[in-house]
């Protein structure tokens, strides 16, 4: 049974950072895809972020955000610089066989998410 929990969320100011951590027990990430997709009130999961050998990101944070891994600790982050208030949603990590996707659809497991937001 593959369990992913994510930590880092929080309240920050515009133009802030904070790093989110996403630990995987039951498996290692060898082999698989791990995004971070985010949802914000009363909009759909969204695309945030995604590592396999590479790393692609959404348009709305390619700059601004790092994707990496720590293969000793089994877990993977999400670096977020320069916060906008636009970013404020509850951050996802999750994970999928083989090639990433930015359909949420396409992932088999997922973590129970980690609240960020950021004020003006």
């Known amino acids: 049974q593959v369990q992913l929990v994510e930590s880092g969320g929080g309240l920050v100011q515009a133009g802030g950072s904070l790093r989110l951590s996403c630990a995987a027990s039951?498996?290692?990430?060898?082999?698989?895809?791990v995004g971070w997709f985010r949802q914000a009130p009363g909009k759909e999961r969204q695309f945030v972020a995604a590592l396999t050998g590479n790393t692609y990101y959404a348009d709305s944070v390619k700059g601004r955000f790092t994707i990496s891994r720590d293969n000793a600790k089994n877990t993977v982050y999400l670096q977020m610089n320069n916060l906008k208030p636009e970013d404020t949603a509850v951050y996802y990590c999750?994970?999928?066989?083989?090639?990433?996707?930015?359909?949420?659809?396409?992932?088999?497991?997922w973590g129970q998410g980690t609240q960020v937001t950021v004020s003006s």
């Open positions: 999750a994970t999928k066989w083989g090639q990433y996707s930015v359909n949420t659809r396409s992932y088999d497991y």
């Open positions: 039951g498996r290692t990430f060898s082999g698989y895809a």
